[in-house]
């Protein structure tokens, strides 16, 4: 017994000694985070005597208590301790901070060498990265690191270090279990320990993972690359390496012979790429996965194509032919920003897969949240929640996933609920490991900047040539049979470009990378050109509205708040009206009735930014506990999903626009917080929405609602900025259209996006269900009110909701101006909630028959057809464009051009409205309401115009 007590006090004194330490002793973590701690004798961080003590105590009561390590280690310390006299000894520093010790016992040693070893091995598994061989061409020194941590054994002397010598070196030691290094042996020597550690960290392969927090993660990865032969393959894995590379070398070669002056974004310096991606699908098939949705930037696209999708090597050699004529309307797009869909049996699991990759533009990164969303959606019709049967992989160039801040925004969304794709595969080309062998693109010159590295990338051997040597010298494949792959490849490529000759006309649409099966006709057309009225029977919207007002789920408290707004929906729904938020209830509702699938996202959308919304419901008593009414319709509806997005904007609505591209039929909808946040996601809106048919021929029908409205709230809160999106719009404003029977539909099908500022609750709920019974798909860009939200005014009658009933591009006048046009003075178009301001102002001045109102709802497509109704109607009026917004900003540069073309110059279009101004609006609320005041005085003077030239 007197044994053990000796045991245990010099086990607590060495473990006091070993935390009193100086900051470079071996325990120490110096420099970076040293990861999750690991349950072997002294790793405890803040661990210590007491730590090992009560390890020790609770080994002597019942040895099987502990952890095997640690029962190893106290029997073998128990041995060693009862074999020879007790010594005392004290801490004791040297001049050069390192642990010293006189007069230590054997089992003092013996302690403190498996702790030494433990952290050695822990040394190399958070530092030894920066001793492995990274830099291909030999110049690592030139602008990078070249640190060497004092921790790692690069040199005999470094023993040192942990006050081990070389006599300790074919010692053996007890493996801690945090390290894998053993396999199935439990104990090594130290010199066995060090050369199993550098030839798994020191390297060609760099693992920077110990700042994991989640212990799982880190042992995951020491296991897969720790484990003794993991990293070895067998023969039939190393041929088949062997042809992929045959196969992303000699594509790229055989590019360059046929086209040396092409842009192509060439992958040479990283050819390794095409084996590795197949690879990870390969992987990924055999556990299960069916659907792969690639993401990546310009730089090796058109090899991935041609060897990881698998596109038809003709289509892609014959977009290089400048005499190609493109089938498709539109602009087309360069061939290195094009995508592709493709299923195929995948070779070596003998599985279906399909592989997807997204079509991007120029600007690095901004697909990353596209094939997010994408993925999300492929997953929610597939009922695959967790994640394991569609999967998403992104390639990132170094230096943009360092810069590019939607790298991080789409991180935020990795883990919040209806947004988590589960997890994604990221790939990082780090120049720094690979190289670039021809610089940006094919024609850059980099020698005029990086003279030096270029040198010595023209001096470098290609890897196919250096893994084919490898495998012919150890007789893995002979040289024949590495020429005959060459060989076979080459005339693959020869026969497909021989083909590519006959090719006359370019499709897009053989690009496409989401195709929607079944939606168009086989030539990719709408299968009509008809869109059939918009309304609901009343029943429907009786039944919605008494959900819409209801909780329906029992001991469900709800805000007392809440319950006021309740009971006001149902007064509503008895009085046969609705407000926006009711409207908006009955669009979403109708459509799930009829297996529309409703997603909307965005900040604060469950609640809505104006407290308007409240589609999420919350139990005041049980917390978390919530209900979606939404989701209570009917049994068999199609699923609602109402989701609060990270502050976000750019990598939110990138997702969502990924979301609506996987299927047709769904209402995909984004909500910003107030219109103008959506500058933030520009981007996407530039690249992606305005542009995306006439890019890459890719229908998405995505909903953007917009806040919007001049209410004295400041510059930040109140343009949702029109007057660019009607910018972007395509429709000519010079060109006098002709009004067919299909007119309304046709000019929908031709525009590259629909805007909308509605000034009723039923237009809204008309616009948002139109947006699904429209035989194909566009972006729609809606406007939508603040104040309106509670104007009391603003609400809808079920009349115009019901059956029969349809969306109006136009609301004319409706009131005595409309009775008698001939009277009629002045005739104001508008749009939005300046007509309220309109109307309330004509009604003080009594000018109802001299002034009518008309409303437009869409605003392009330009409604040249109705527009043209409405001026005939009134031949003796005035005409005049008021809108609230300044003059450079708004509709009035948009509408005056197309009210040219219309009706000339004998009728031209007035404006009324806020002078120009660099700001959207004032931040003073005075000065708000005489500007107001001001333009709604012109708008009724009716001798405003007189003696002025247009």
């Not at 917009?706 to 809160?717: K, T």
Request: hydrophobic content about 35%; proline content about 5%; glycine content about 6%.
């Amino acid at each position: 017994m007197s044994q053990l007590r000796l045991l245990s006090t010099k086990l607590g004194a060495l473990a006091a000694r070993l935390l009193a330490a100086p900051p470079v002793q071996v325990l120490s973590c110096r420099g970076r985070s040293s990861g999750p701690p690991a349950p072997f004798p002294g790793s405890r961080s803040g661990g210590g005597s007491s730590y090992m003590e009560e390890m020790y105590f609770a080994w002597l009561e019942n040895p099987e208590s502990v952890h095997k390590s640690w029962d190893s280690f106290f029997r073998r310390a128990s041995e060693e301790a009862s074999s020879g006299p007790v010594q005392a000894w004290a801490p004791s520093v040297t001049s050069e901070s390192k642990p010293f010790v006189s007069g230590r016992t054997k089992t003092s040693k013996l302690v403190e060498d498996h702790l030494a070893v433990q952290s050695l091995i822990r040394a190399y598994q958070i530092r030894g990265h920066h001793v492995a061989q990274l830099d291909p061409l030999g110049i690592l020194d030139a602008d990078l690191d070249s640190f060497v941590p004092s921790d790692l054994i690069t040199t005999i002397d470094k023993l040192a270090f942990y006050d081990l010598r070389e006599a300790d070196l074919d010692k053996e030691f007890q493996l801690p279990t945090t390290t894998f290094i053993g396999g199935s042996e439990s104990t090594l020597s130290l010199r066995e320990i060090i050369r199993r550690l550098e030839s798994t960290y020191c390297q060609h392969i760099g693992l920077e993972f110990m700042f994991i927090n989640d212990v799982e993660q880190c042992q995951w990865i020491r296991q897969k690359f720790e484990t003794p032969g993991v990293m070895q393959f067998s023969n039939e894995e190393k041929r088949t390496l062997l042809a992929r590379l045959v196969r992303s070398m000699r594509f790229e070669d055989f590019l360059a012979r046929k086209w040396s002056s092409e842009k192509r974004f060439g992958l040479e310096g990283c050819e390794v790429m095409i084996p590795a991606l197949k690879t990870i699908i390969d992987k990924s098939s055999e556990m299960g996965i069916e659907n792969v949705i690639l993401g990546m930037p310009h730089r090796g696209r058109l090899n991935v194509l041609a060897n990881v999708i698998r596109k038809d090597l003709e289509q892609i050699f014959c977009q290089f032919d400048p005499k190609l004529e493109a089938a498709d309307e539109g602009s087309g797009d360069v061939k290195y920003h094009l995508g592709m869909y493709h299923e195929r049996i995948n070779r070596v699991t003998n599985r279906n897969i399909a592989l997807s990759l997204v079509a991007n533009p120029s600007h690095l990164e901004a697909v990353d949240p596209v094939v997010q969303g994408k993925t999300k959606a492929e997953q929610f019709y597939r009922g695959d929640a967790q994640g394991r049967k569609v999967m998403s992989i992104l390639v990132h160039g170094d230096a943009a996933f360092a810069g590019q801040g939607v790298v991080y925004e789409t991180f935020h969304l990795s883990d919040l609920p209806s947004y988590t794709t589960n997890g994604t595969v990221h790939m990082v080309v780090n120049n720094q490991v690979c190289y670039r062998r021809r610089g940006h693109n094919e024609m850059d010159e980099p020698m005029f900047t990086q003279p030096l590295m270029y040198k010595q990338i023209h001096k470098q051997v290609p890897v196919l040539k250096k893994y084919a040597d490898k495998l012919i010298a150890e007789g893995t494949v002979t040289l024949q049979e590495f020429e005959e792959e060459i060989a076979k490849y080459d005339r693959i490529c020869e026969e497909a470009y021989g083909r590519s000759k006959d090719k006359k006309i370019l499709h897009i649409k053989h690009w496409l990378d989401s195709p929607w099966p079944g939606f168009f006709n086989v030539d990719g057309e709408p299968k009509s050109m008809t869109c059939p009225a918009t309304g609901v029977p009343e029943d429907v919207l009786t039944h919605i509205g008494s959900v819409a007002s209801s909780v329906p789920l029992e001991d469900f408290t709800i805000h007392t708040g809440l319950s006021r707004i309740l009971r006001g929906r149902a007064d509503m729904v008895r009085k046969r009206t609705a407000d926006w938020a009711l409207a908006e209830y009955m669009a979403f509702g109708s459509l799930l009735k009829e297996g529309i699938h409703v997603r909307l996202s965005g900040q604060d959308v469950e609640r809505g930014t104006f407290s308007h919304r409240h589609h999420v419901l919350h139990d005041q008593e049980v917390d978390r506990r919530t209900c979606v009414p939404m989701n209570h319709l009917w049994p068999d509806q199609a699923p609602y999903t109402v989701c609060n997005s990270s502050l976000s904007e750019y990598g939110v609505l990138g997702f969502e626009l990924g979301y609506a591209m996987a299927s047709p039929n769904a209402l995909v909808l984004w909500e910003a917080q107030f219109g103008d946040f959506h500058n933030t996601a520009q981007c996407i809106i530039d690249q992606f929405i305005s542009t995306g048919q006439a890019k890459w021929v890719r229908h998405n029908g995505i909903v953007l609602l917009l806040p919007h409205g001049m209410e004295g709230m400041g510059p930040e809160h109140s343009s949702a900025r029109p007057e660019r999106f009607l910018q972007m719009s395509n429709d000519d404003s010079d060109a006098y259209p002709v009004f067919s029977e299909d007119f309304e539909v046709s000019q929908l099908y031709d525009c590259n996006w629909i805007v909308a500022n509605c000034s009723t609750p039923a237009s809204y709920f008309h616009i948002l269900r139109r947006q699904i019974l429209l035989p194909f798909r566009k972006p729609l860009i809606i406007f939508t009110p603040k104040s309106l939200l509670r104007h009391p005014e603003a609400k809808s009658s079920f009349d115009q909701m019901v059956s029969g009933t349809c969306f109006q591009r136009v609301i004319p006048e409706g009131g005595a101006a409309a009775r008698a046009p001939g009277q009629v003075r002045r005739l104001i178009f508008c749009t939005g909630k300046v007509y309220y301001d309109l109307v309330k102002e004509r009604s003080s001045r009594g000018l109802e028959e001299q002034v009518a109102l008309t409303r437009l709802e869409q605003i392009s497509p330009f409604p040249f057809d109705l527009i043209k109704q409405e001026a005939d109607r009134y031949p003796g009026a005035e005409l005049v464009w008021c809108q609230e917004e300044h003059k450079n900003m708004g509709y009035y540069d948009y509408i005056s051009p197309r009210f040219m073309t219309l009706l000339g110059r004998d009728r031209p279009i007035w404006y009324v409205g806020r002078g120009p101004a660099a700001a959207p609006a004032t931040g003073n609320r005075n000065t708000h309401l005489v500007s107001l005041q001001k333009f709604l005085d012109t708008a009724f003077n009716l001798q405003a115009f007189e003696g002025k030239t247009f």
